[in-house]
């Protein structure tokens, strides 16, 4: 059985640029959620993404958007980014629609940083 | 909006000794899952509450969910260095998917 991962696993950007971040999900799980971990802070929820279809958002701007492919992986989009972006990017799969009571399994995490 | 409180934010503990760490909810929760998260890591399942006044034990951990599903607490015993780490509660609102982690409790050991 393949746990969750992600590339890349540190990425350094400059305040304006895009990122773009992957996340293979665990074999079986159909749904991904993106929480973002400033640093000694809890993960805060980004969004989760059920099926291919956004399942649910946290307090994110729009410029933070995602996609799940049809093999379940997932993608991670910020647009012009600002300084406060830097953090790990953690990417969690779970089973059952929306991971909702299902524990989450969590990848490594990339660790992005914005100068 | 919701939000997950966790108390202390920091424990130094003796190795050998016991403590417990507090989570509370400004919402009902309908869940409260554990994880550990170790130095560099990422966090990592411990446990599910589900049920009110719900107490679970594993080994040295035991965890309780509050009789109005508001809050919870973690006690450990006999604290080993393997404990080392930051312990997050996360719950769920009823039929919401977004899992609010609390800011989590960092636990150092002295040997």
Redo the contacts between chains.
């Keep these: 059985e393949t746990g969750v991962t992600q590339s890349p696993t540190h990425l350094i950007k400059t305040r304006g640029q895009q990122v773009t971040l992957r996340c293979s999900s665990q074999s079986g799980h159909n749904t991904v959620?993106w929480?973002q971990q400033a640093l000694?802070?809890?993960?805060?929820?980004i969004f989760?993404y059920?099926r291919e279809e956004e399942?649910?958002?946290?307090?994110f701007p729009p410029r933070f958007s995602g996609l799940q492919f049809p093999n379940y992986s997932s993608e991670l989009n910020v647009n012009a980014l600002e300084l406060d972006d830097s953090a790990l990017y953690?990417c969690?799969s779970s089973p059952g629609r929306?991971?909702?009571?299902y524990?989450?399994?969590?990848?490594?995490?990339t660790r992005l940083t914005v100068t | 909006g919701q939000q997950v409180m966790q108390i202390p934010q920091y424990q130094h503990v003796q190795e050998g000794e016991d403590f417990t760490t507090y989570c509370n909810s400004s919402t009902t929760l309908s869940n409260i899952q554990w994880y550990k998260q170790r130095p560099g890591g990422h966090p990592v399942f411990l446990i599910q509450l589900v049920k009110s006044g719900e107490v679970k034990k594993q080994k040295r951990l035991t965890f309780q969910f509050g009789e109005a599903k508001k809050n919870s607490s973690l006690h450990i015993t006999a604290t080993q260095t393997t404990d080392v780490g930051t312990y997050f509660c996360a719950g769920h609102r009823s039929n919401d998917y977004k899992l609010s982690f609390g800011a989590g409790t960092t636990v150092t050991v002295r040997a």
């Design positions: 959620s929480y000694g802070q809890g993960p805060q929820f989760q059920y399942n649910g958002r946290g307090n953690l969690a929306g991971g909702l009571g524990e989450q399994y969590f990848g490594p995490g």
